[in-house]
């Protein structure tokens, strides 16, 4: 009959054969990634030095950034680091998170300290919690392509794919990171706190979309820990595991270590005592078969089927509850929230069944009565609970406004008239429902039911307040949300607008100037701004707002449109320079050079507007012939000698 792994006797060493854990090996890799840490730092500091003078620096080094390769086809730092991280654990297995992750070195070093008060966290062990982190990625950077290639020509077909672009520059290195509090609170939760409840690496285990991906690559790899006939069974391998690997198990009925868990940290190398491990290559583990005729290690998991379901689906009701909840949680921090709430649910659940039971060196229940500890217990994981079911409450009462204002809530993208509103009677009373539900699911300071109010909410209710002709009111809370979040291009163009609408005329140049000024890198604030002044037909404005060729274009305008004839010419001859495929400025600039009485210049110039005129659409080209018939015209009745 086959031997089963962990029926294996474990034999007991004398005191001084022990190796011990966080050794020579654990230093060399606490160094490796403290330096990550510096690199990270410096990075991050020469952004924010050159904030003042708009320079560039390499875009965000995190594996996150891919994002916006799958969606958009940008090709950014993260993106080229992410592929190589992925091609490397391929070959060489997770190395990357054991040497390079600054999470990793996070939750190690909270285990550390945990191990020197002589607290050394248990292993959660669920076989559905554990597929989260794959579940996850799939959502991240496989659903983003799936939806452009065969959902969205069905639902959006104006969404289409203009191929990759690459850009490993940015001027906004922070764009896409969160605020220095939610960074601390991430930080917090998925480093110590996953640690103390989940185990070490807990947040590795349930909650980092990149895992989930590195471990199917995991069993590609060529390099992973071996066993040699000096092993003596003394388990030490896996007490010093800090990946939750049951090293002695998996090198005894596999002579290496398969597991998809394994960091490649090196620690059960250095802690065993006979010299028996060691790192060297070999075969794929697709299906490796076990040596001898041992049959495969029995896992080991703490929770029935039933309850692997129901954990499940607290799981992820509570990923959806905390997930963007009040603007400030992102994606990481919401499943790792998810996994706490889910692992507290559990351990409360079985506090209540159980006669007896214990969390570290807390006694929680002892012969059927609950201690003191117990009661401390399930108060702080019904805090929890109830936490998590007001997040998701209020995010449900935000999207029955969302419902209702579905068709109202518009971008506020040009100036509008106090007052006024262009609302059906019916779309009115949507209006006003939505704004009662956002209301709910706001603050509890401000009358709602949620901790804090989102600025996401206050966005919806200022544009709803804008069709309904409250302008003041849409105004006051677009400045709330400037206040409550990082400065946003969207929003502060709908705040330029409002405040146009509320002033004098006279005072509109003054006010849009001084906002462009006050962000001068943001392209799209710039072009709002400049469109506002041609609405008003002062080229002049536009001219000053305006940057690089468009300023010379609409000082150029301007110049002419007050018979400046001598000084547009300069500026006109420069902006062809700069964009020689502009065919209507050909056209100005020749009939310029006619007006100057330079006849050969002006034939020139109406000979590269016709080579131009392969650029223009189809509406431009119209006016274009019209404008060359003209300028044909004037230039027949000319009497040049």
Known sequence: MPNQPKGIELRVLP??????????????????????????????????????????????????????????????????????????????????????????????????????????????????????PFLLAIYMFIWPIFYRLVVAPYTRPELTWNGFRVELLTRDLWATMPGVGVAVVFLFLCGFVTVYFLGAKGFCTYACPYGGFFMPLDKLALRRVHVDDNCQGCAYCT????????????????????????????????????????????????????????????????????????????????????????????????????????????????????????????????????????????????IGVLATVQAGATQLMAVQGNRMALGIRKRIEVPMQPGYSSLTSEERDRAEHAIRWYQWSGGMGSGGFAMATNPNTLLSMARIYAQLGQ????????????????????????????????????????????????????ARLRYAAVQLALRRGDLQAAGRIADGSAALQYQTLAMLQQGRVADAAPLLEQYVKEQPDDAMAWIMLAEVRLSQGDASGADAAAGAAVAARASLGVGAVEDFDTALQNYRAVRDRQDFP
């Open 239 to 382: 007490a010093v595991c800090t990946s939750n690997v049951r090293v002695h198990e998996q090198i005894v009925a596999y002579r290496k270590v398969i597991d998809a868990g394994c960091m490649r940290t090196s620690d059960c190398i250095e802690a065993c005592p006979n010299d028996a491990l060691s790192m060297q290559w070999g075969l794929p583990v697709l299906g490796a078969a076990t040596h001898g005729d041992l049959d495969r290690p029995k896992k080991r998991w703490d929770l029935t089927w039933t309850g692997e379901i129901t954990l499940a689906v607290i799981m992820f009701l509570s990923f959806l509850a905390w997930r963007g909840a009040y603007g400030l949680v992102p994606l990481l921090l919401s499943l790792g929230a998810a996994s706490t709430v889910t692992w507290l649910c559990w351990k409360a659940w079985r506090i209540i069944v159980d006669a007896n039971g214990s969390f570290h060196r807390w006694v929680l229940k002892k012969g059927g009565v609950l201690q003191g500890g117990g009661i401390v217990f399930l108060i702080a994981a019904a």
């Open 15 to 132: 005191e001084k054969g022990k190796a011990k854990g966080w050794g020579r090996r654990w230093k060399l890799r606490l160094t490796i990634l403290v330096i990550v840490q510096v690199v990270m730092i410096l990075h991050i500091l020469i952004w924010w030095l050159g904030l003042p003078y708009g320079w560039e620096t390499l875009s965000a080094v995190e594996p996150s950034e891919s994002i916006q390769t799958v969606s958009d086809g940008i090709i950014n730092a993260g993106a080229i680091f992410f592929a190589v991280a992925l091609l490397s654990t391929a070959i060489l297995g997770r190395w990357f998170c054991g040497w390079g992750c600054h999470l990793v070195l996070l939750q190690d070093w909270c285990l550390r300290l945990l191990s020197k008060v002589g607290v050394r966290p248990r292993a959660f062990r669920s076989r559905l919690l554990m597929l989260a």
């Open 471 to 522: 302008l003041a009111e849409a105004s006051r809370l677009l400045e709330m949300v400037q206040t409550m979040s990082k400065p946003n291009e969207v929003v502060a163009i709908e705040q330029m607008m409002l405040q146009v609408s509320l002033s004098p005329p006279e005072q509109a140049p003054a006010i849009v100037e001084a906002v462009v000024q006050s962000e001068p890198q943001w």
